[in-house]
């Protein structure tokens, strides 16, 4: 024994992957130019870029999803081909990706030994993967129970499923795409001690991720990409969050919103015991009460999957309801002929949905006939009273575009030829430029890169200050905390609390979305 440390073994030891001029081309688009990164054994290593800046291009290379036009992948410093994600195994490589590859309704035991079993007879495999499981649970902190079905554990212990199937398939190097999106703050904290864990076991952590606080807690080094290229690696400890931000987007990024303390006015909207049962006759909301009031920003906490989408819907008139709301005063029609998004638009009620693609847009259709969806009846998109002026509605385009930074300002273009930051600031633009009494927004910034963020935040804020009323759904609790005036949590299909963001703290705010307050579960307060 010599008592060598790990970090002189990383000195030594070759890397546990290096990327040599990796190129891949998807037609006219370069997905990755000329990429070269070398990552250390036991570390934690992260990649951070806008959206379409390579990252995931360059991991699906890595785990043989895709082939590199060019360059050379080396494993512990041998050139090694990964052709298929089977070959990625074989290399020692494992991948938890954003959306689990579970099946529902096998158990963890029977999960983990899918496409790994050692014959014809699932016993002995069964009973190898149990002793198995015990023991990385015990060494990694990832307890979880065997026998349970993947679809009563919680999006955190099926995530540790996830890991788990690669631990049982002797993965020494594990890439983790936006591990922390779905959980909640503690569970993003117990992620973080079993990676640590991991690290200090001597495995190898590639974490993809947007969120720069992640970045800085718990990772040794990071790699930046832009537009297809690496831009820059550096130690975590010899950088910051502005300056990677920076080298990101190209220049200086506000990280925290500015705002002014909030001058709420008179109530614009009231929800008072709002239900909602959904076609399998499961009781979605369980009797939401809450108000809003002109100038202000109520932001709704929550870990997805908790009534947030069916307050939205209800609210914006794609879904029914029972209960009561009324917009400044006025009682809105829940179930009857006026109770559609149509209605809800007359009565200044705009909707940026959570949903961009599937229901805020239709992807091939233009950037200017997206941009008249909902509001096509205006009579100022409207010629001899009935007859749509797309001449009309293209220049009013032209001139959202260039209020709102869409990139490329072109309004014949498909939707889909943008990519998410500037679909969502198209609606943003469609929505807000109707100046809404009440603009429900979900998830303005989900999948959107760090500089888009800064602008919607900005535009959000516009409103508010403006006198209008805003209700924000977010599953990024930084987003809420930096953004809302007050904060109200989720869970389960009720309100647990309510909270200023300058009395509370993440801490807090997750127990209240895991259901917990005064010590007890699934109580509100």
Do not use: C
């Amino acid at each position: 024994m010599t008592g060598d440390t790990g970090k002189e073994r990383q000195a030594t030891a070759a890397p546990a992957i290096e990327l040599r001029g990796i190129s891949k081309a998807f037609g006219p688009v370069q997905a990755n130019k000329d990429i070269s990164i070398s990552v250390a054994k036991g570390t934690i290593h992260g990649i951070i870029g806008e959206n379409g800046a390579g990252k995931s291009t360059l991991m699906s290379i890595l785990y043989g999803f895709y082939k590199a036009d060019s360059g050379q992948i080396l494993i512990n410093g041998t050139p090694t081909a990964i052709p298929d994600s089977q070959a990625a195994i074989r290399a020692g490589i494992g991948m938890v990706f954003q959306h689990f590859k579970l099946v529902q309704n096998f158990s963890v035991l029977e999960n983990v030994i899918l496409g790994a079993e050692d014959g014809a007879l699932l016993r002995p495999s069964l009973a190898k993967a149990r002793k198995v499981l015990g023991e990385l649970a015990e060494e990694y902190e990832l307890d979880v129970d065997p026998d349970e079905l993947i679809e009563e554990l919680s999006v955190g212990h099926q995530q540790r499923v996830e890991i788990l199937k690669a631990l049982y398939r002797h993965a020494d190097i594990l890439i983790l795409d936006e591990p922390t999106g779905v959980l909640t703050p503690a569970e993003a904290d117990h992620l973080f001690r079993i990676l640590s864990n991991l690290r200090e076991q001597g495995k190898t952590i590639i974490l993809i991720t947007h969120k720069l606080r992640e970045i800085m807690e718990i990772t040794d080094t990071v790699s930046v990409m832009r537009r297809g290229e690496m831009t820059a690696t550096v130690k975590t400890a010899d950088t910051s969050p502005e300056e990677l931000a920076e080298l990101m987007v190209g220049r200086k990024v506000l990280l925290d919103v500015a705002k002014t303390p909030a001058q709420p006015g008179k109530v614009v909207l009231e929800v008072e015991n709002l239900r909602v049962v959904d076609e399998d006759k499961v009781e979605r909301l369980k009797g939401i009460s809450l108000q809003i009031r002109a100038g202000e920003i109520l932001g709704i906490a929550g870990v997805a999957g908790n009534g947030q989408s069916e307050l939205l819907a209800v609210l914006g008139g794609i879904a029914h309801g029972t209960g009561t709301i009324r917009l400044n005063g006025d009682q809105i029609d829940l179930t009857g002929q006026h109770s559609d998004g149509q209605s809800r638009r007359a009565r200044g009620i705009a909707h940026v949905p959570e949903d961009r693609q599937h229901l805020g847009m239709i992807m091939d259709f233009s950037a200017w006939e997206n941009t008249a969806f909902g509001y096509h009846h205006d009579p100022a998109y409207q010629k001899n009273g009935w007859l749509m002026d797309n001449a009309a509605i293209l220049e009013d385009t032209k001139g959202k575009m260039e209020r709102f930074d869409v990139r490329p300002p072109i309004p014949t273009l498909s939707a889909k030829s943008f990519s998410g930051g500037n679909q969502q600031k198209i609606i943003l633009a469609r929505e807000i430029e109707r100046n809404p009494d009440l603009l429900l927004v979900g998830q303005p910034t989900r999948g959107v890169d760090i500089g888009a963020i800064e602008f919607i935040h900005k535009r959000i804020v516009e409103l508010r200050d403006a006198g209008k009323a805003v209700l924000l759904v977010s599953v990024e609790l930084d987003e809420i905390m930096s953004l809302s005036d007050r904060i109200a949590v989720m869970f389960d299909g009720k309100i647990m609390g309510e909270r200023l963001p300058d009395e509370t703290d993440e801490r807090e705010l997750g127990l209240l979305m895991a259901g917990i307050t005064n010590g007890k579960t699934g109580e509100a307060a």
